[in-house]
């Protein structure tokens, strides 16, 4: 069998050139993972920094409340981001690990978070989108009704 | 024959078996699903963006609406507005483009049982990855700022 570009991906183990791009990938996961957690505390600091600025001249309930909700509004996309990129951070890291030790097993486990990470993108995208659909036909319906 | 595919499999243990396969392919169909919604938002964002622009109403319910929601910006130039708008749709396709080759070359790879184009669907990914994570970068950076400013 010669060994042309189109050699049959089933029947050999990773070349180096494969092996390199699953590793240069692994690493680029890991540092979008953890810019994301970066992120994440920095609008959380923002959020409480904006709120003890700005809410000085307000009551400790009051200010608690605006707190309070506006990092409730956050929490849902914070919530969402955190397993995403725990995610994308253990998917980069199985597949660095696998590759140093040369477990096959670990390789499958990394490939598949990272299939999980992009399945679950899509998901969230057609929920938003079902979400937004929803809320112009309530919208539409609304203003049809009341003339 | 023989000899080189088990000095292959001596010196590199892993492979690409059925379930990463699955995992590739399943990567695969969800990268082309969100990369071409991402598509068709960009396209609607400028159909209504260039339907919109003129429209006479278009820049005060713009403005009102920017009011309404406690901004101090107040936006005079439609034009370069417009352009803005442009650029950042640019951006966004371009930086969706090389996840939906690297979900066409996976496809191909996994199809065609092709080395060749497995590498160059890892290497769309890694160039998706890096330009997400400049702009992560460049987004810290301006909360960082913001941040600093309000001490």
């Known amino acids: 069998m010669e060994n042309t570009g189109q050699s049959t991906i089933f029947k050999f183990g990773i070349d180096d050139a494969t092996r390199q791009n699953f590793s240069e990938l692994a690493q680029w996961a890991k540092v979008n993972a953890i ?42 996309v914070w919530i969402i981001s955190l397993v995403l990129n725990i995610i994308l951070h253990n998917a980069g890291k199985n597949i660095q690990r696998a590759l140093v030790n040369n477990d096959q097993r670990v390789f499958n486990i990394g490939l598949n978070q990272l299939a999980r990470y992009f399945k679950i993108i899509g998901i969230i995208f057609i929920v938003s989108i079902t979400l937004v659909l929803l809320i112009f036909i309530i919208a539409v319906t609304v203003t049809i009704f009341n003339g | 024959m023989e000899d080189f595919e088990m000095g292959c499999l001596d010196t590199l243990d892993l492979e690409i ?14 990268a082309k699903f969100i990369s071409i919604l991402i598509f068709c938002f960009c396209g609607l964002l400028l159909l209504i963006l260039l339907i919109g622009s003129r429209s006479a109403n278009f820049l005060n319910g713009f403005n009102s609406r920017l009011q309404q929601s406690g901004s101090l910006v107040k936006l005079n130039n439609i034009p370069l507005f417009i352009a803005v708008v442009i650029v950042a749709v640019i951006i966004v396709i371009v930086v969706y483009y090389f996840l939906f080759n690297f979900s066409r070359k996976v496809k191909l790879a996994i199809i065609a049982e092709s080395t060749d184009q497995l590498n160059k669907g890892l290497g769309a990914l890694k160039i998706y990855f890096i330009i997400y994570a400049a702009f992560g970068i460049l987004g810290i950076g301006i909360s960082a700022f913001s941040l600093f400013k309000l001490f």
Not at chain 1, 40 to 68: E, P
Not at chain 2, 17 to 30: H, M, P, V
């Open chain 1, 35 to 76: 810019l994301a957690f970066v992120s994440m505390g920095m609008s959380l600091l923002t959020i409480i920094v904006a709120s003890m600025k700005f809410f000085d001249s307000l009551d400790a309930y009051t200010a608690g409340t605006l707190v309070g909700g506006m990092i409730g509004k956050q929490l849902v």
């Open chain 2, 17 to 30: 078996d059925g379930e990463i396969t699955a995992s590739l392919s399943q990567a695969s169909k969800w």
